[in-house]
T-cell receptor
Framework: EAGVAQSPRYKIIEKRQSVAFWCNPI?????LYWYQQILGQGPKLLIQ????????DSQLPKDRFSAERLKGVDSTLKIQPAKLEDSAVYLC?????????????FGPGTRLTVL | KNEVEQSPQNLTAQEGEFITINCSYS?????LHWLQQHPGGGIVSLFM???GKKKHGRLIATINIQEKHSSLHITASHPRDSAVYIC?????????????FGKGTHLIIQP
């Protein structure tokens, strides 16, 4: 079974530029998460999708971050414009969505460096 | 105050030692997760538990709901166990079940 795919794996941009990350969850997984992991810290949830609807985006900085999952499968996370403090690893995870078996499967992450 | 606290933050031990990593949380949860993250690697789920104890190979996870505390134990530790171990919780209420993470415990097992 293929795992969660993310691209790119690495991205270096200058502040005030825009960047987009892509995630392809495990086939059949209804729930998709984006997390931000700053160096030395645990991941922080940015947004959770159930199919193509947003369940929780309370910690998403909406003035600069946006995310979509138009067809309920792939998802993109965008930052516009980027700030230095956005340097982090952006992790995508997916789960079946059944709370009795809600193990989350993580992708390899995208490491973003903002200069 | 963080909702999920782990201790210790860093742990160095010799191969073969019994390892214990602790996690305390301050919120109502539907489940507690232990995850492993290797340097430069992704995150792998080790356990998800809401009560009692689970065992997988040399790893054992326990949880005490009344005390809001969980422990991850590694028996007969090996250098390949070196990684960051992260405790995370799924909080109760609403439809959201995104995880709230601790800061992780950086474990190094020396040969």
């Amino acid at each position: 079974e293929a795992g969660v795919a993310q691209s790119p794996r690495y991205k270096i941009i200058e502040k005030r530029q825009s960047v987009a990350f892509w995630c392809n969850p495990i086939s059949g997984h209804a729930t998709l998460y984006w997390y931000q992991q700053i160096l030395g810290q645990g991941p922080k949830l940015l947004i959770q999708f159930q199919n193509n609807g947003v369940v929780d985006d309370s910690q998403l900085p909406k003035d600069r971050f946006s995310a979509e999952r138009l067809k309920g499968v792939d998802s993109t996370l965008k930052i516009q414009p980027a700030k230095l403090e956005d340097s982090a690893v952006y992790l995508c995870a997916s789960s079946l969505g059944d709370k009795r078996t809600d193990t989350q499967y993580f992708g390899p992450g995208t490491r973003l460096t903002v200069l | 105050k963080n909702e999920v606290e782990q201790s210790p933050q860093n742990l160095t031990a010799q191969e073969g030692e019994f390892i214990t990593i602790n996690c305390s949380y301050s919120v109502g949860i539907s489940a507690l997760h232990w995850l492993q993250q290797h340097p430069g690697g992704g995150i792998v789920s080790l356990f998800m538990l809401s009560s009692g104890k689970k065992k997988h190979g040399r790893l054992i996870a326990t949880i005490n709901i009344q005390e809001k505390h969980s422990s991850l134990h590694i028996t007969a530790s090996h250098p390949r166990d070196s990684a960051v171990y992260i405790c995370a919780v799924s909080t109760t209420g609403g439809g959201a079940d995104g995880l709230t993470f601790g800061k992780g415990t950086h474990l190094i097992i020396q040969p």
